[in-house]
């Protein structure tokens, strides 16, 4: 087992979990493609960082804080919802993506490639997965009460915008760093399917949140291994991986 | 009952160019009922919601804070500063219909807002909760623990809805508010359901001293539970207490002609 298949590894399960925690409160927003979709807007930025040399998860953080941007812009100027305003975004990302990435980098562009990640990579995925973790374990209560209800939330003084940003920035990090892993297109598995297998599985919100997050890891850490072992393409390898899992929560649905 | 405890003047909400509440002014005192009455789209919720501080409005909303030295807990972080007097509200939403999609226990929904498991529990005893038994109630040690930790197992989206009204009412509880504002609180509710939900509100009211402010379809309420009504269509129509609501002030609210009890829910 070499180094750099470790560095990997330490990543993954990191940015699965964080991915896994996020996506519990994803899913209850019914904003279970908000992931997937700022998956691709990632995309001209990592076409641009393979262009100029960089490093992917940097030039997929820089346009997804333009994407986000522009969302909120467009938000305040119509009344659409916020879906439809995502997709637009999302569906240009998309097209100018497939005309910056280079051809020969276009399937690590869209479903990652684990060898390139580093040591300082993997250090740098562990310390921001933490961050994420705090910064989301001290809004998660509020969260949950702006999901159940706008108003009730905001009679509680909870300031909705404030949390949602906050919440979404959190999402870019961790799409930042996971399309390193499993590329631009599968990014937003990582989030949707371990918290929807989580959701069949559990009956309150410890036991949600707490199997997103280990179902993340699980299948970060099997999918990799399989990788390992098959040397099919890790990105696809981790999301079937965790689609399993989600069909084998079906039989035990409660 | 004695001072005023909300003052309402000129009153006015407007939402994307359309006027919603036009020039409301009234008064509600300590320990008073107030429902208010209208029909679909008159600004019922609005009205509440403006209350609450989370609609924007012209006008003057002044809230002033009960006879103080009742002891009642302050809580160290409070949740509106907008509000310099520091009274408390609570507020029961007309629908949650996400909640149920939530994998959330009982427990965890309290939670949700910072409070001691005590006051929880004082809290599941003043809605009645207590009636609750768990299906193996037989000769344990403590009952009441038994049916708390039961109730606060309890999947949300598992309970019946009258069950579900009355967690409601228990979590605006939470802080022990001084004023609670209710939006439709029985809807989807059987009669018998809603009965107890009316005997909980008057139960919480004379316990706790507090203020009431009731949006409602439901006359009949209005009769039992009410000290004054407020009938509302964008402006206020009328404000008296209860016995004269007649059914001609109900037909020029609601339009047509309309006996309390024929009304029916859509």
């Given at each position: ?25 994803m ?34 953080f ?5 994407g986000?941007?522009?969302?909120w ?12 305003l995502?997709?637009?975004v ?13 051809e ?27 961050l994420?973790f ?52 599968l ?20 036991e949600?949140?707490l ?23 890790a ?10 899992f ?5 039989i035990?649905?409660? | 009952?004695?001072?005023?405890i ?183 509710i ?19 001293n ?12 209005v ?22 609501l ?5 037909s020029q ?14």
């Amino acid at each position: 087992m070499n180094s750099q298949f470790l560095f990997s590894l330490i990543s993954g399960i990191f940015i699965g979990g964080v991915a896994g925690y996020l996506g519990s409160l994803m899913l209850s927003k019914r904003m279970a493609l908000v992931g997937d979709a700022l998956g691709h807007v990632a995309l001209p930025g990592i076409g641009l960082a393979l262009l100029f040399g960089l490093d992917v998860s940097f030039g997929a953080f820089l346009f997804l804080l333009l994407g986000i941007f522009l969302i909120w812009l467009f938000e305040i100027k119509t009344s659409l919802p916020m879906e439809a305003l995502v997709g637009v975004v999302f569906v240009a990302s998309l097209a100018i993506g497939f005309l910056i990435v280079p051809e020969p980098e276009l399937l690590e562009a869209l479903f990652g490639d684990i060898s390139k990640v580093s040591f300082e990579m993997m250090i740098v995925s562990i310390i921001f997965s933490l961050l994420i973790f705090l910064v989301i374990n001290r809004i998660y209560p509020k969260m949950i009460l702006a999901n159940i209800s706008e108003d009730l939330a905001k009679s509680e003084g909870i300031k909705i915008k404030k949390e949602n940003f906050i919440y979404l920035l959190s999402i870019a990090t961790m799409v930042a760093l996971g399309v390193k892993i499993v590329g631009s297109l599968l990014v937003g598995a990582l989030v949707i399917i371990p918290a929807a297998t989580a959701r069949n599985l559990s009956k309150n919100l410890k036991e949600y949140y707490l199997g997103s997050v280990v179902l993340g890891i699980l299948s970060c850490l099997f999918g990799i291994l399989l990788f390992r072992l098959t040397g099919i393409l890790a990105g696809p390898s981790i999301i079937l991986t965790s689609t399993l899992f989600f069909l084998v929560s079906l039989i035990f649905k409660r | 009952m004695g001072n005023i405890i909300l003052k309402v003047e000129d009153l006015n909400v407007e939402s994307e160019g359309e006027r919603i509440l036009d020039n409301l002014s009234f008064e509600v005192k300590e320990g008073e009922v107030l429902t208010i009455l209208g029909p679909n789209g008159a600004g019922k919720t609005v009205l509440l919601k403006t209350l609450l501080g989370i609609l924007p409005y012209k006008g003057k909303i002044e809230w002033t804070s009960p006879t103080q030295g009742r002891g009642l807990p302050l809580h160290g972080k409070t949740s509106r500063p907008d509000h310099p007097k520091k009274i408390k509200i609570g507020y029961v939403p007309q629908r949650l219909p996400f909640i149920k999609d939530i994998p959330m226990s009982v427990g965890e929904f309290f939670k949700l807002k910072v409070s001691s498991e005590k006051e929880v529990k004082e809290i599941l005893n003043s809605i009645g909760l207590k009636d609750y038994n768990p299906p193996t109630a037989s000769s344990h040690s403590s009952f009441y623990s038994e049916w708390a930790s039961n109730i606060l197992a309890k999947k949300i989206g598992d309970l019946s809805s009258g069950q579900f009204q009355r967690i409601l009412v228990g979590w605006a509880m939470v802080g022990n508010p001084q004023v609670l504002l209710f939006d439709e609180p029985t809807t989807g509710i059987d009669i018998s359901g809603q009965e107890s939900i009316y005997e909980l509100l008057e139960k919480l009211r004379k316990e706790r001293n507090l203020t009431i402010l009731l949006v409602t379809h439901d006359l009949s309420i209005v009769y039992k539970l009410a000290t004054n009504c407020l009938c509302l269509n964008k402006k206020m129509l009328c404000y008296s207490v209860p016995k004269e609501l007649t059914s001609e002030r109900l037909s020029q609210l609601y339009g047509g002609k309309i006996k309390f009890y024929q009304h029916s829910h859509e």
